[in-house]
C-alpha cells in the first residue's frame, strides 16, 4: 500500500489527468457496447423486445462445404401462457430430394428456377446431434420432425422438441444445441460456388409464437422466412484466407495459429444471422451518415467485379439516403453489402443488416436492372422484412410487395422515372412499368393475400407477390396522393418496426392515415381479390348533326360527337375520360365505373380528334393501356417501326440459319 | 496480259469478288428472296399490330422511346395471334431454308458456268441441282455435326471445370476464345463444302451427277492452297457482318427514333452486305475449285482433237466472265458431231468422263 502511495506520489499530475480522462472515455464507451453494439439505438437501448438470444459458435470447413456448430438459445416466454413444446425451422434440410421444397420445385418452378432432376452435390442438410435444456436435460430422444402445411413427413425442415415440464410464462429457457450442416451448389440464397460459401438458414431457428400458436411452417420452393427479434453472438472459424462478411458488427477477431482465424460478430434487434465467406472479396467500405447516426456500408466486392464496387454502393447510399428521407432511418451501425459468385443462386438475398446483391462483369450503366435494382431492393427489405418483420410465408406481399413498390418509388428518384430499368438510346423502360408487366404476365390466378406456397404456381406467385402489389399501390398512390402514400408508409414503419404486423395492419394504417372511408372496396378487390381492371375507349366518332344533309366541304357544322367507354374487366374503378376536339378545346368527365358502359355525347362546332380514359396515367392497374384511347387520325408510326424490327430480325435469323444449309 | 492470265493471279478474293460483280443479278435475286421472307413475316404482323396501336395515344411510347414493357404487353395482348406469328415466323424460315439451297445451287452453276443470270435460269439451276445439294447437305450435317458437335460437347465440359476457378472476365475471355475456335472449325466445314457444292456444279456440267466426287476432291483442294482459301473466306465473312454490325450502329446511333423509312434503308444495307458477303465466298469457292490443278480424266481411248477443237486452258474466262475447269469444254465451243470424228476406228471420248478417285490425286 505503501508503494502505492509512493508511486503516485512519483507521478507528474498531468500524466495522471491523462490516465483518469481516459480511464472515464473507457468507461462510457464500454458502458455504451454493452447496451448497443451494433445499433445507433438512443441511449443505447433495445430497439425491439428481445425474445431470443444466440450464441453460435462454428468452424466451416471450406474445402467440404460442411459447418460443424455448437449453439446456445435463450428463449424468454412473453407469450402469457406455458409453452411445452418447441418447433425449430431445419431449413438447411430443404436441400434434399425427398423435401416439399424438391418437390414443388420440380412441380410448379421456385422463384430461382425449377428442378428437373436432383445432382448429388445439391443435397444438402442440417443434423441435429445434440439438444439439451438447462433445467431439463437432454433431449435429444424428444425430437421429432413435423410436417404442418404438407403433412410430407419426409420433409424434415421442421422439427419439435415437447418439454417434459411446460417453460412457465415469463421463465428463460436455456437450449444447448450441437450440429452439422452440409452445404449445397447454389440452390435458392444457399450453399457454395466455387469457393465462395453463403451461410443463410444455417442454423436451427426456433419459430414464432404468434397470435396464440406457433408459427413454424415448412420451407416451400417460394416462402422464405419468420422469426423473433433478440441477438446473435457468433464465432465463425474459417480459413486465414477468407474474408467473411455477416449479420451485425465485427467485435473481435483472433488468429489460431493453424491456419485458421475466429471471427466474432455481433447483432443486436435481428431477427437472422447470415454470413458469407470468399477468398475473392476485396473489402470496400463508406460511411453514410443517417439521421440516427454513422452507418458503415461494409462493401465485400469480388475481386472480378473490382471496377463495379463503387457503383454498388453508390447504389446503397442512394437508396439509404431515399429511405431515411421518406419512410425513417436506418438504426444499425453497418450494412454488409455481398458480391457473390456470378451464376450462382445466392444473389439478391436480404438478411437482416446483409444483403447480397449480384452483377456481371459486364453490366453497363445503361442497364440499372441488374446491379442498382438488386442492391436497392435488397436494401429496402432491411425495413420491410428486416425492422418492418412481417410473416413471409403467409403474407409475402408485404414484404416483397411493399418492398417491390418502394423500389420503384426510389430507383425513379435515382435514375429516373422512365429509364429506372433500362436506358439505353432506342429502348427504355421503367422499374415500375417492369412490375407492371410482370404482374400482367399472370394477373389473375391468385390474390395478394395468399399463402406463398399456395400460389397457384412460382410465375403466378412473382407477379402477383412482387409486380401486382406494387402496381395495386401506386394506383392507390394516385388516389390518395403521393404525400399522402408517403406518409402513410413512414407511419407504417415507425408503428411496426420491430413487431410483426399483419396486412389489415398495413391497410388501416393507409386508411387511417389518408383519412379516406371508400378504399375498402379497392382493397376488396385489388388486395383480397383477382378482378381485373380494363378500361376501354370502344367507340369514338363526330357526324355532323344534320347527318341527313349532303356533305359540302369538310368544315360542316355544328358535330355530334359520341364516345363509349367500356368496363371490360370486373374490377370497378372510378376514371377519368378526357375528349379533345379540333378547336383545342377538351372536356374531362369523371365515371365511377358501376355500370358495364357509359356513353357521352357532345354538341360542338368542333370534331373529335382524341379520347382517352385516364389521361394522367394514374391507374396502373388497367390491364391493356392499347385500348385506353382513341385517335381519330391514324398514326401508323409505332405499328410500322415494329414492323420493320420483325422485317429486319427475321432477315437476319434466316440468314443465320441458312448459313449452315 | 489477257484475263484469262489475270485469273491465273492466285487470287480468289479477287475473283470472287469479280464473278459477284459480274453477276450482279445473283445478289439481285437473292435479296429480293430475303426481303419477300421478311416481308412475308413483317406484313402479318403488321396486320395484327396496326389496329391495336394506329389510333391509341399509349402507341406513343413504342414510336418514339422504345418502351420496352410496352412492347412486351403487347405481344401479351397479341395472346395466341402472336405465337401464330412466331411459328409462322420460324416456319417461313425453314421455307426460305429450302429456297436458299435452291438460290445456292443457281449461284454456282451461274458462276460456272457462264450463263446469264436470268432468274429462271438461277431457278431451273436450282432445281436441277437441289437433290445434290440436299445430299451434300445430309453428308455436311453428318460430318461437321459429329466434329463440331464433339468440340462442343468439349468446349462444354472445358467451361464447365473453368467455371469453377475462372469468373468474371477472364471466363469470359476463355469462354470466347473457344467459342471463336469452335467457330473456326465450322467456318472451315462450310468453306469445305462450298468447295464441295461448287465442284458438284463443275461436275455436273461435266454430266456427274455423283454428290461423292466432289466431297473429297474438294477436300484435296482446300488442303492443297489451305491458308490464302481459308483467310480469305473469313475475310470476306467478317467484311459481311462488320458492314451488318456498321449498319446497326448507325440505326442505333444516327436515326431518328420515329424515321422509320430510314431505319428500314439503313436495316436493308445490313442484310445485304451479309448477302453480298455470302455470294462473293461462293465466287471464292468457284475460283478456288477452278484454279485447282487440273482434274487429270482417264479416256478410255486416245482422241486427239483437231485444231478446231482445241479445249481452252485451265481457268480462261470466256465472253460472259465464266470461269471454267481445265477439262470442261462449253457446249458452244463443241463441234457438230460429225467435224469431230477423226480417223474411222478412232474413239471419241464423250461426256461425262469417268472419274476416278486416284485420278483425282495431283
Known sequence: ?661 | MNRLLAYRSDLPLSTGLRLLIANKRLLLWTYLASVLLGLRAALPFHSRVSPILDHSLAAQDLAGRFDVSSYALLTMHLGRQGTTLYTQAFADIVVYCVFAILLAAGTYFVFGSGEVPRLGLVLRAGVDYFWRFFRLLLFAGIIAGMIVGGLTAVRTLVLKHADEVYVGRTYFYLALISLVAVALVAFFFRLWFDLAEAMTIQLGLDGDRRVRRSLFPSLRILKQRFASTYLSYLLIGALGWAGLLLCGWLWVVAVPARAVPLAWIVGQLGVLSILTARIWQRGLATAVVAFAEPVPVVHRAIFTPPPAFQTPEAGEENSSGILRMPNEISSSEVPPLSEAIGEPGTAIDSAPHPIDDTDLQT
Open chain 1, 1 to 661: 500500500m505503501l508503494q502505492v502511495r509512493r508511486l503516485f506520489a512519483a507521478l507528474h499530475p498531468a500524466v495522471l489527468c491523462l490516465f483518469l480522462g481516459l480511464l472515464c472515455i473507457s468507461t462510457v464507451w464500454h458502458a455504451n457496447a454493452q447496451t448497443a453494439v451494433a445499433t445507433n439505438a438512443p441511449a443505447g437501448q433495445p430497439l425491439s423486445q428481445r425474445v431470443v438470444a444466440y450464441t453460435l459458435e462454428a468452424k466451416v470447413n471450406t474445402d467440404k462445404k460442411t459447418v460443424d456448430a455448437t449453439e446456445i438459445l435463450d428463449y424468454k416466454n412473453l407469450t402469457g401462457q406455458p409453452l411445452d413444446t418447441f418447433p425449430f425451422h431445419l431449413y438447411l434440410n430443404a436441400f434434399r430430394p425427398q423435401s416439399s421444397f424438391a418437390y414443388e420445385t420440380h412441380l410448379g418452378g421456385g422463384i430461382r428456377g425449377a428442378a428437373h432432376d436432383y445432382p448429388k452435390e445439391e443435397i444438402g442438410g442440417i443434423t441435429v446431434s445434440q439438444l439439451s435444456a438447462d433445467g431439463y436435460g437432454d433431449l435429444t430422444q424428444a425430437m421429432q420432425f413435423t410436417a404442418p402445411d404438407d403433412g410430407n413427413m419426409a420433409d424434415h425442415t421442421v422439427m419439435q422438441v415437447h418439454l417434459p415440464k411446460p417453460l412457465a410464462p415469463g421463465a428463460t429457457i436455456r437450449f444447448h444445441l450441437t450440429f452439422h450442416d452440409k452445404f449445397p451448389l447454389s440452390v435458392a440464397r444457399n450453399g457454395y460456388k466455387r469457393d465462395f460459401i453463403m451461410g443463410g438458414q444455417w442454423f436451427p431457428k426456433v419459430g414464432v409464437f404468434w397470435h396464440g400458436t406457433w408459427n413454424c411452417h415448412q420451407y416451400h420452393a417460394t416462402t422464405e422466412f419468420f422469426a423473433d427479434f433478440g441477438t446473435f453472438d457468433v464465432k465463425l472459424t474459417v480459413p486465414n484466407r477468407y474474408t467473411v462478411g455477416a449479420s451485425g458488427v465485427p467485435v473481435g477477431e483472433q488468429n489460431n495459429g493453424n491456419g485458421t482465424k475466429t471471427l466474432h460478430f455481433y447483432g443486436e434487434d435481428i431477427h437472422d444471422f447470415a454470413w458469407a465467406a470468399s477468398p475473392h472479396f476485396l473489402v470496400m467500405d463508406e460511411t453514410f451518415q443517417s439521421s440516427m447516426g454513422p452507418v458503415k456500408l461494409h462493401g465485400l466486392i469480388l475481386q472480378a467485379h473490382a471496377h463495379l464496387g463503387r457503383r454498388y454502393l453508390r447504389a446503397l447510399k442512394g437508396s439509404m439516403q431515399k429511405f431515411n428521407d421518406w419512410y425513417g432511418a436506418y438504426p444499425y451501425k453497418q450494412i454488409t453489402l455481398i458480391d457473390p459468385e456470378p451464376d450462382s443462386q445466392m444473389y439478391g438475398m436480404e438478411y437482416p443488416t446483409l444483403i447480397t446483391a449480384g452483377t456481371s462483369w459486364w453490366a453497363p450503366e445503361s442497364l440499372p436492372l441488374g446491379l442498382e435494382t438488386t442492391t436497392e431492393h435488397e436494401f429496402g427489405h432491411q425495413y420491410w422484412y428486416g425492422m418492418v418483420a412481417t410473416n413471409e410465408f403467409e403474407e409475402a406481399w408485404l414484404d416483397e410487395g411493399i418492398n417491390s413498390y418502394t423500389e420503384a418509388k426510389v430507383m425513379a428518384a435515382l435514375y429516373g422515372k422512365a429509364t429506372s430499368a433500362i436506358d439505353l438510346r432506342h429502348a427504355t423502360m421503367s422499374d415500375l412499368e417492369l412490375q407492371r408487366a410482370g404482374y400482367l404476365s399472370d394477373p389473375d390466378y391468385d390474390p395478394m393475400t395468399r399463402w406463398a406456397w399456395k400460389f397457384y404456381s412460382a410465375s403466378s406467385y412473382g407477379a402477383i407477390t412482387y409486380g401486382k402489389t406494387a402496381t395495386v399501390l401506386t394506383t392507390l398512390e394516385a388516389a390518395v396522393g403521393e404525400p399522402t402514400m408517403q406518409k402513410a408508409l413512414r407511419v407504417y414503419f415507425d408503428r411496426y418496426r420491430f413487431k410483426h404486423p399483419t396486412g389489415t395492419d398495413f391497410l388501416n394504417t393507409i386508411n387511417e392515415v389518408s383519412g379516406r372511408k371508400d378504399l375498402q372496396p379497392y382493397f376488396q378487390a385489388a388486395v383480397y381479390g383477382t378482378k381485373i381492371l380494363d378500361y376501354a375507349v370502344v367507340d369514338a366518332a363526330s357526324e355532323p348533326v344534320e347527318w341527313w344533309k349532303p356533305q359540302h366541304g369538310s368544315s360542316r357544322g355544328p358535330w355530334r360527337t359520341v364516345v363509349a367507354v367500356h368496363r371490360k374487366g370486373d374490377f370497378v374503378f372510378p376514371v377519368t375520360l378526357e375528349v379533345r376536339f379540333s378547336d383545342g378545346s377538351k372536356t374531362r368527365e369523371h365515371w365511377n365505373g358501376a355500370d358495364r358502359w357509359i356513353r357521352y355525347t357532345y354538341v360542338k362546332n368542333a370534331k373529335l380528334v382524341a379520347a382517352e380514359v385516364d389521361p394522367d396515367h394514374q391507374i396502373l392497374l388497367d390491364k391493356n393501356f392499347f385500348n385506353n384511347s382513341y385517335v381519330v387520325a391514324r398514326n401508323g408510326t409505332a405499328s410500322w417501326k415494329l414492323t420493320n424490327y420483325w422485317m429486319f430480325f427475321e432477315q437476319c435469323a434466316a440468314q443465320f440459319v441458312s448459313w449452315f444449309v
